[in-house]
């Protein structure tokens, strides 16, 4: 079994490098996206165990959640979207085009767990930890 892939999509570069540091540290592997508009081709060419997408980036986050849960390649892929706005309608209709989850900035460390457990595995817990050989725990 590969380590789960995630997608990291926001415009602020230092969410991301803290996504990725915190994603590296647990044993996750991840794809970044800076801008937005290549959120659609990476999901479609790297299948990500889960997406974490910024709802408010240089492409509005819910039209790229709309995109790829409209499309019969993507739609299947576990999305969390990330915001800094504590804004309940954007919430709930992040949900209803099918969000699996939100989050808002600034993150803790829970949310990395979270990501890990949304992608299948826990990297925290160290019979789940194996990747090659170990199978995810419940």
């Known amino acids: 079994m590969n380590k789960p892939t995630i997608l990291i999509a926001d415009d602020a570069p230092l969410v991301v490098r803290a996504l990725a540091r915190s994603l590296r540290k647990a044993g996750l ?13 990476l999901a479609v060419e790297h299948q990500p ?13 819910r039209d790229l959640l709309a995109r790829l849960k409209r499309d019969p390649n993507t739609r299947h892929l576990k999305v969390v979207m990330l915001s800094a706005v504590d804004d309940q309608f954007t919430r709930r209709l992040c949900l209803e085009l099918g969000a699996d989850d939100n989050e808002l900035k600034p993150f803790d460390e829970t949310f990395v767990r979270k990501i890990a457990r949304l992608a299948g595995c826990d990297p925290f817990n160290r019979e789940a930890a194996e990747w090659p050989t170990g199978s995810p725990a419940n």
């Not at 592997?29 to 081709?41: A, K, L, P, Q, Y």
Request: net charge negative.
């Open 29 to 41: 592997s991840f794809i970044t996206d800076t801008s937005g508009e290549r959120v659609h081709e």
């Open 49 to 61: 165990d889960v997406i974490i997408l910024d709802v408010r980036q240089n492409v509005d986050g």
